[in-house]
């Protein structure tokens, strides 16, 4: 059985950091891409980053580019997502998703698993 856990979500002040996590089991971890995705309150779900399955190639939204940084230790089958200089714009759910990085960021319908989200709040 497919699972993904986030973990690492919490309150955190404009200019703030947090280090989002992902636990993955029941899959070929080491030779499948993965993306983080989020979803704002009231708004619709948003790929945030994806990354290789060897995590040689990172790719990401824009809006995060400089400041938020994926990563992945395929040895302890985990997907992290590193979150600095926090905005209250980027107050999401964020979900841990398994599926081709290249295919992902274009049309969230390839993602293979979804995990159960963490939130992440950016408050003043």
């Known amino acids: 059985e497919v699972q993904l856990v986030e973990s690492g979500g919490g309150l955190v002040q404009p200019g703030g950091s947090l280090r989002l996590s992902c636990a993955a089991s029941?899959?070929?971890?080491?030779?499948?891409?993965m993306n983080w995705v989020r979803q704002a309150p009231g708004k619709g779900l948003e790929w945030v980053s994806g990354?290789?399955?060897?995590?040689?190639?990172?790719r990401y939204v824009d809006s995060v580019k400089g400041r938020f940084t994926i990563s992945r230790d395929n040895a302890k089958n985990s997907l992290y997502l590193q979150m600095n200089s926090l905005k209250p714009e980027d107050t999401a759910v964020y979900y841990c998703?398994?599926?081709?990085?290249?295919?992902?960021?274009?049309?969230?319908?390839?993602?293979?698993?979804w995990g159960q989200g963490t939130q992440v709040t950016v408050f003043s």
């Open positions: 998703a398994a599926g081709p990085y290249q295919l992902v960021s274009i049309q969230l319908g390839h993602v293979d698993s």
């Open positions: 029941g899959f070929d971890f080491s030779n499948t891409g």
């Open positions: 990354t290789s399955g060897d995590g040689s190639i990172t």
